[in-house]
């Protein structure tokens, strides 16, 4: 079964979904949490490296247990894009990405990223969003969408301000999901 593209103001464009210099930030799943690379600076200048970890020194901090201290890190390509980096963590980094066509997960020690890239660390999950702090959602129904929709962005509001859904409809799905 072909899988769809549903995002506010995108077109159905796989192509246009792979490349890497599209690349903005991170999501974390489940949560609002939304962290944009452009926002991560040293003094004035855009930080060309940033640390992912439980220590209070990384740039992107995540309270977690299953996190190392430096789990791993991002840097910043010449022209565009984004390269991840494992710091040699207890857990390791695990990727997968869903227009792949498989739902495996798979070990990584480094990796050109790209948005809508699933990223395990310990047992937090993010997502590769774009520029604006958006990803799409493949989804092979549409009644498969709000539940995406809900757990990519965390709350209804978020989600129905990101993809256009009904707010009362996202609030629905999620008392079901609740259930």
């Not at 495996?104 to 020690?109: E, G, I, L, M």
């Not at 948005?115 to 047992?123: D, E, P, Q, Y």
């Not at 709000?146 to 990519?152: D, I």
């Not at 009362?168 to 259930?179: D, F, I, N």
């Given at each position: 079964?072909?899988?769809?593209?549903?995002?506010?103001?995108h077109p159905i464009d796989v192509s246009a979904h792979l490349r890497p210099a599209d690349v903005g930030?991170?999501?974390?799943?489940?949560?609002?949490?939304?962290?944009?690379?452009?926002?991560?600076?040293?003094?004035?200048?855009l930080k060309q490296k940033f640390r992912i970890g439980r220590n209070p020194k990384c740039e992107i901090r995540i309270k977690d247990p299953t996190l190392s201290s430096e789990h791993c890190s991002i840097s910043r390509l010449k022209p565009r894009g984004f390269?991840?980096?494992?710091?040699?963590?207890?857990?390791g980094v695990y990727v997968h990405h869903p227009l792949d066509g498989s739902d495996?997960?798979?070990?990584?020690?480094t990796l050109h990223l790209t948005?809508?890239?699933?990223?395990?660390?310990?047992?937090v999950r993010l997502i590769v969003t774009d520029r604006r702090g958006y990803c799409r959602l493949p989804v092979e129904r549409y009644s498969e969408f709000?539940?995406?929709?809900?757990?990519?962005?965390?709350?209804?509001h978020a989600a129905a301000r990101a993809t256009g859904a009904p707010r009362?409809?996202?609030?629905?799905?999620?008392?079901?999901?609740?259930?």
């Open positions: 079964m072909k899988s769809i593209l549903l995002e506010r103001n930030g991170i999501r974390v799943l489940g949560s609002t949490r939304v962290i944009l690379f452009d926002k991560i600076l040293y003094k004035i200048f390269l991840l980096r494992d710091s040699g963590s207890k857990n495996s997960w798979r070990k990584v020690a948005v809508g890239l699933h990223i395990l660390l310990g047992n709000f539940r995406e929709a809900l757990y990519c962005y965390g709350t209804p009362r409809k996202l609030e629905r799905v999620a008392k079901e999901m609740q259930r």
